[in-house]
């Protein structure tokens, strides 16, 4: 018998197992996965160099505290903007091409970035930035939904969205450190972009849009993938078929997902836009223990997302039941970041500020499992345009929260009602995500 070719008949699917007995599935798709770490690392690396290197750009090109909240918001402004168009191209085209071809653009705007000399080109570097790595997140929220089987994406989400938390902890080290050892912020971002456009290339080379297209996939693993599909499709309520984003306006999971991605968002790009001046001016750390506090504090981040959606797969593989299981886990999420932002507004040590800092971060970073929603709520035919719609949501607080912490700070000289801010950020993040039924598509007409 010849090898199965790909096809949704049942009576090819119950063939292919029989014809690839002997074979074990390649695990090509955790490379993907991990290559897609890599990537999303390099985006907040580039995305959260200004942060890290921010007390010497302040100085340098003699910004106010309002002024900084602006060019940190900036990238956010078209960053969010081409969120849908993104997500549209991606269902349109494929992930590939927009995830390897945003990593090429967005290492050449943070190269560019190096040759700021006021305010205005500093903006129109940042703005650059955000339009080239808008599809970066969609693309992964669409290979979560083509590459892995249903019980698998919770490790393909956070194992993706860790790159955010990951990045931005050696973001610290490596930018910090570049600037120790040339002198200079604007050499650290021309580093920073080189290694950038450098692995969206490797990208380019190594993505598939499917398993079957990806010469690395044998028989067993494209099968395997294609019957979790079908199996899902079967128990679905809906076909899986290409909808419009205003079909799924009505429903409460919708909604619940992008407002608690704002809420989410709201936290954690506070503390990585604003993060690294806390604690140069409250906490007098000077440019190294910058980098190091960063380490330590988003470093916490990465290890909780990765423990999360092992936790999430493993109660869910024991029989737990999933709205249970995410409910659960977001819930006491929620409530342990507002704790811990409470414990930083109260304890006055910058030891304690950072360990606190890094608990947030842990149980924050959690959210990671918001990125197997896009292929849950929506199916693989719409992930693309509904990751992007989540992602929306979440970047408006991208643009609102630098600025408002901006003008907070500025007005009363003191961070404590910029943290109050980010604990009301959580408790959105918390009530949202309660409200949304992470077990079935929802019905589009």
């Known amino acids: 018998m010849s090898s199965a070719k790909p096809t949704s008949s049942p009576d090819v699917a119950t063939e292919a197992p029989r014809a690839t007995a002997k074979a074990a599935p390649t695990r090509t798709r955790w490379k993907v996965f991990l290559l897609l770490l890599g990537v999303v690392s390099l985006n907040y690396i580039d995305r959260g160099s200004v942060s890290v290197a921010l007390p010497l750009i302040t100085k340098d090109l003699h910004l106010t505290k309002e002024v900084t909240g602006f060019v940190l918001s900036a990238f956010f402004w078209t960053y969010a903007l081409m969120q849908l168009p993104a997500g549209w191209l991606i269902d349109r085209f494929g992930p590939r091409r927009m995830a390897g071809g945003a990593c090429v653009g967005w290492g050449i705007a943070t190269g560019l970035t190096a040759g700021a000399t006021g305010v205005g080109s500093l903006l129109a570097a940042r703005l650059a930035l955000g339009a080239v790595e808008a599809p970066v997140m969609p693309a992964g929220g669409k290979l979560n939904a083509t590459w892995l089987a249903p019980k698998e994406r919770g490790r393909g989400a956070v194992l993706m969205d860790g790159g955010a938390p990951l990045g931005s902890a ?3 080290i490596a930018i910090s450190g570049l600037i120790a050892w040339t002198g200079s912020w604007r050499i650290s971002f021309v580093v ?3 290694v950038t456009v450098a692995v969206g290339f490797l990208a380019l080379w190594f993505l598939r849009d499917t398993p ?8 067993a693993e494209a099968t395997y993938i294609e019957e979790a599909h079908a199996a899902e499709d079967a128990a679905a309520p809906c076909e899986d078929r290409p909808a419009k984003l205003r079909s799924y306006v009505h429903h409460r999971s919708f909604w619940g997902m992008c407002l608690g991605w704002m809420g989410f968002n709201g936290v954690f790009y506070g503390l990585l836009t604003w993060g690294p001046l ?4 409250t906490k007098g750390f000077d440019i190294k223990s ?13 290890v909780g997302e990765l423990i999360g ?10 029989g737990g039941n999933t709205n249970t299981v995410l409910r659960t886990m977001m819930g006491a999420a929620g409530v342990a970041v507002m704790a811990g932002l409470l414990g930083v507004v109260l304890v006055p ?6 360990l606190l800092l890094a608990g947030v971060l842990f149980f924050l970073r959690w959210a990671g499992l918001y990125w197997a929603l896009p292929s849950t709520l929506g199916g693989r035919a719409n992930a693309g345009v509904v990751g992007a719609a989540m992602n929306l949501s979440g970047n408006i607080a991208g643009i609102v929260t630098p600025i408002a912490v901006g003008f907070i700070v500025g007005g009363t000289g003191s961070y404590t009602w910029a943290l109050l801010y980010f604990v009301g950020a959580g408790a959105l993040f918390t009530v949202s995500s309660l409200f949304i039924d992470y077990s079935r598509r929802l019905v589009v007409r």
């Open 170 to 172: 050696l973001g610290g």
């Open 192 to 194: 920073a972009g080189v």
């Open 212 to 219: 079957r297209e990806h010469r690395s996939v044998n028989e």
């Open 278 to 281: 806390y604690l140069s001016e």
């Open 290 to 302: 910058i980098g190091w506090s960063t380490l330590v504090i988003f470093g916490a981040g990465f």
């Open 309 to 318: 959606g092992w936790l999430s797969d493993t109660w869910r593989d024991r």
């Open 349 to 354: 040590d910058a030891l304690t500020a950072v």
